[in-house]
């Protein structure tokens, strides 16, 4: 179907008259087929559903309130693609298409473009799917969607930026070497099928990428574009607050000029692990201390079930975490910390259903156990788990959220809609992911007959393994070891003392019934209903957005959380045990959408329940009285405190530039203690004083409330009332001030740290002088006009690193600037070089910046801050950070973005010279060769005051 056919009408009449019939015949039918789309209730959009005549589907979607509009192209090709020898084409092909096409030549003007306007954009490739998006102020959509087209219909693919960009290729296949996921990742690829295009790499680097005078790559890269790209095999999403014929106008024009090449979407036939090889385990070596078990089942295909989800409905109930099930045997039992089910890879020929855990230490010494558990549990299913009881129960719930289903930001609407439209047909392209039609008990049992001893792929992931006879991953060095299974292992007797607790689920009774909206107007903003035995409570009525939901906050400051290092960690366990004795019982409640957490801070603990508000109360009651009194176990306590020592042991192991960063937020955030002093102290705190400490941690405190959506005044009350007696009984009540940022001194403080990674890190933190609006507006403002041409010169042009970016290193209200980079052949003092090279030429553009542009670059920051709110719990988040900032006037944002308006270009400038040219109150970390001075430096700067504090800048 098409409505190109009014372009190509010619001078005769007849002519004319018959197209016009056909056109109007064409639309008749496409608003047949808009109008047939199941919407929720709740979604006030208008769509319309495009074939243009190149064969490209699209669909577009209307919103008359958005402020940010939003496109997202997926292309129907990815690393499944590739050929042999040209591995990581369809990335790189990606990174390809944004570096200029005939209309927009230069390699950074869409960037630059977007960033300018308030927006942001990326790309990901996938194994059968490339997804382009952006999204940038709703009155420049129509200009982003001329540059983007053309990137479809007339990249450039300039010679010099095809060798410059596969650097860029090798830099984040570099960035990611010792990185745990990826190398797990690079053993599945060597131990699939070699005949299925999965085993392949898929990054690319510089020797799949060579390009030489035998092997150059560029006509490589054009044939591969032209070989499988294509109109036909793109669906395109666009949103924005412009009338649907105004959208169809934007698209037709520009993406109807995309080539139909006339291609079909490749098939992956082959099955993902050769039939004889399994059952196997494949047992592989981790950097950090984790433990991992995963099985993986191959099955068919679950494209067409889609309206059914039998796996879905199998994965349910193998994934679930309440009393009896599988993964609450092995966490009671001391196996695992985390388990969860789902379908893995599916290529619309074959599929994986997979069954991941996390593993204890005493897990991984008895995996081997484990195993028959499974198939036992997978028997329970298949005798008691097939029944309407559980099918209505996930069939309400998918009911209700598509009922009163919120929006999202409009390019993340794009993107799934794009992706959507690949998959499904007109009519459930948005009701898809909910649709749950009808009990299919033969479904599910063919899905349980696929998960068999004699079907299945274990993967086990453990620092230092033993390996008999260890192979190599050719890209990621990962030493791996395939031995065969036999069936009778996986069948034999599991420990019976783990088997006989094994049972179905129990009916939820957390299924919202009362899903009605309370009466009253949407407050605009929160107010004080008082201070009860010290607790204020802040209330806010909102039903904006039509849905019987609420979020409810409560914050226990308390002055013993932050005494120490060890006051750190023994509240981080404490907490711990808390959400382990919660989550048997509180899982159902996360079925039935509601959501929970607790979880420490800078000030104390914070809990948090949301969702629907007609269970609401009960779920905070009983995560107030565990809270209250929460039961301490001598094998938790000692599985937690291995947790948190390995976690914080696996800090030196991270990135280059999160090891860089971590350094400058732990060096300045009071309150924040360094690793080496919690891990001092998670090794040495015992379970008597964590229990002493648990009876004393509340008895000093500073509580707040603020009860937010779909409750009435009284209801917020009675919640307050449920704190009052649970927690603060007797307790005194007492001031926890907020943390501050410890304020540098004068110049530039430089600092090396040691780092086992052969890339370098390099993070300059660029440090305001107060946290009035007025300064803070001035470094948002920098940063906005900077990071476009930081990254096109640092990245783009000379090729220092993949991770590349100038950003706001805002904490708590202080100001900064910050200049990341990570490089796999550059030093710290070339990347520092460079830099200062930069700054220097940069001033001369920020001195010529004309009124215009100045403008432009203002509202871009201003669009971002005052961004339309789409969810209650966008609001929700935002009234509580208010209420941490003692900010009872709730306009933090309009404040700031008020004072970005009236930023002149002098004081832009001042401010650059000062913080970005003299580098005044800076702090330089690399990582490198150097002697590391990191320890000295950390215990001087922890000494240093904080940054001057102004009223009314929330600080």
Same mark, same amino acid.
């Given at each position: ?17 018959? @197209? ?35 064969? @490209? ?260 109930? @193998? ?637």
């Amino acid at each position: 179907m098409s409505t190109g056919t009014r372009r190509e009408v010619s001078m005769h009449r007849t002519v004319i008259q018959t @197209l016009t019939l056909l056109t109007l015949l064409i639309v008749s039918s496409l608003a047949i087929a808009t109008e047939q789309l199941k919407k929720s209730p709740n979604d006030n959009n208008q769509y319309r559903l495009l074939e243009l005549n190149n064969g @490209l589907q699209a669909i577009l979607v209307s919103d008359p309130d958005a402020d940010k509009a939003a496109a997202s192209m997926n292309v129907a090709v990815g690393s499944g693609n590739d050929t042999r020898g040209r591995e990581g084409m369809a990335h790189f092909l990606e990174h390809m298409l944004f570096l200029g096409t005939e209309k927009y030549p230069e390699a950074g003007e869409y960037q630059q473009f977007i960033k300018s306007h308030g927006g942001s954009h990326n790309a990901f490739t996938a194994f059968q799917d490339t997804n382009y998006f952006f999204d940038v102020e709703a009155r420049f959509l129509e200009p982003a969607l001329d540059r983007f087209a053309q990137q479809f219909s007339a990249p450039l693919f300039t010679a010099d930026l095809v060798d410059r960009e596969r650097n860029a290729v090798h830099s984040e296949y570099t960035s990611k070497l010792k990185e745990d996921g990826r190398r797990f990742y690079s053993v599945k690829k060597a131990t699939s099928n070699p005949e299925h295009a999965f085993s392949q790499f898929a990054v690319g680097n510089l020797s799949t990428l060579e390009n030489t005078e035998e092997n150059p790559l560029r006509p490589d890269l054009i044939q591969f574009w032209k070989d499988h790209y294509s109109a036909n095999v793109m669906t395109l999403a666009v949103y924005g607050p412009q009338p649907l014929d105004e959208l169809e106008r934007m698209v037709h024009p520009r993406f109807s000029a995309i080539e139909n090449r006339q291609l079909t979407v490749m098939e992956h036939p082959a099955p993902l692990y050769p039939e004889s090889q399994l059952p196997a385990k494949v047992t592989a070596d981790a950097i950090k201390d984790v433990r991992t078990l995963n099985l993986s089942f191959p099955i068919p295909s679950q494209d067409d079930n889609y309206r059914t989800k039998p796996a879905s409905y199998v994965a349910n109930l @193998l994934g679930h975490e309440g009393p009896g099930s599988l993964f609450d045997v092995l966490k009671r039992a001391g196996l695992v910390e985390s388990l969860s089910a789902g379908l893995g890879m599916d290529t619309g020929s074959n599929a994986t259903l997979e069954i991941n855990m996390a593993l204890t230490p005493k897990g991984l010494k008895y995996h081997e156990d484990i195993l028959p558990l499974v198939f036992d549990y997978i028997d329970t299913i298949r005798d008691a788990g097939i029944t309407e009881q559980y099918f209505q129960e996930m069939q309400q719930v998918a009911r209700m959220d598509f009922r009163f289903r919120e929006q999202r930001d409009p390019v993340q609407e794009a993107m799934s809609l794009a992706s959507q439209l690949r998959h499904y047909p007109y009519e459930d392209v948005l009701s898809a992911p909910w649709l749950i039609e009808r009990y299919a008990p033969e479904q599910y049992k063919a899905i349980l007959d696929e998960l068999t001893p004699d079907n299945v792929m274990v993967f086990v992931l453990a620092p230092d393994p033993v390996l008999a006879a260890p192979r190599e991953t050719r890209w990621y060095n990962t030493p791996w070891q395939l031995t065969e299974l036999s069936t009778e292992e996986l069948t034999a007797d599991a420990p019976e003392v783990l088997a006989s607790q094994l049972r179905m689920p129990a009916a939820n009774p957390f299924i919202a019934e009362n899903l009605d909206m309370i009466t009253g107007d949407t407050m605009p903003e929160p107010v004080l209903l008082g201070s009860q035995d010290g607790l204020d409570i802040w209330y806010a009525r909102d039903t904006r957005f039509g849905t019987p939901k609420a979020n409810v906050y409560l914050s226990l400051r308390t002055p013993a959380a932050r005494a120490s290092a060890r006051s750190s960690v023994l509240t981080t366990l404490l907490v711990d045990a808390v959400n382990t004795n919660l989550n048997a019982w509180a899982y159902s409640a996360r079925l039935a959408g509601l959501d929970y957490s607790v979880y420490p801070h800078l000030r104390g603990v914070t809990v948090r329940v949301g969702g629907y508000s007609d269970k609401l109360h009960s779920l905070l009651f009983r995560i107030l009285t565990q809270l209250s009194d929460p039961t301490l176990t001598e094998q938790r306590f000692e599985i937690a405190r291995q947790n948190l020592v390995d976690s914080l042991e696996n800090k030196a192991k991270n990135r280059p530039v999160e090891q860089t960063s971590e350094f400058i937020q732990t060096a300045l955030l009071e309150g924040v203690w360094s690793t080496e002093d919690k891990l001092i102290a998670a090794q040495q705190v015992s379970l008597d004083e964590l229990n002493s400490f648990s009876q004393a941690l509340f008895s000093q405190v500073d509580p707040v409330m603020l009860a937010h959506g779909n409750l009435t005044r009284s209801s917020a009350l009675n919640l307050a009332a449920q704190v009052r007696a649970l927690i603060l009984d007797d307790n005194a009540i007492t001031e926890v001030e907020r943390s501050r940022v410890r304020q540098l001194p004068a110049n530039e403080t430089e600092v090396s740290i040691s780092v086992n990674h052969p890339d370098t890190g390099y993070t300059l933190y660029m440090q305001g002088s107060d946290t009035s609006y007025e300064e803070r507006a001035r470094f948002r403002l920098l940063a906005q006009i900077i990071s476009s041409p930081f990254y096109e010169t640092i990245r783009t042009q000379q090729q220092l690193g993949y991770i590349v970016y100038a950003t706001p290193f805002e904490m708590l209200e202080t100001p900064a600037l910050g200049f990341v980079v990570q490089s796999p052949t550059a030093s710290n003092q070339q990347i520092d070089e460079a830099i200062r090279e930069f700054s220097a030429a940069f001033e001369d553009r920020l001195n010529s910046l004309d009124d215009a542009s100045l403008t432009r670059e203002k509202q871009a920051v201003i669009s971002k801050l005052l961004e339309r709110d789409r969810q209650l719990g966008d609001i929700s988040s935002r009234y509580w950070q208010e209420i941490d900032r003692s900010n009872d006037q709730f306009d933090s944002r309009e404040q700031l973005a008020d004072a970005v308006r009236k930023v002149s270009r002098e004081e832009l400038l001042e401010t650059y010279r000062h913080a970005v040219l003299e580098r005044d109150h800076s702090l330089r970390v690399v990582t490198g060769k150097e002697q590391a001075n990191a320890d000295s430096e950390l215990v001087r700067l922890m000494s240093l005051p904080p940054v001057t504090a102004q009223p009314g800048a929330g600080a």
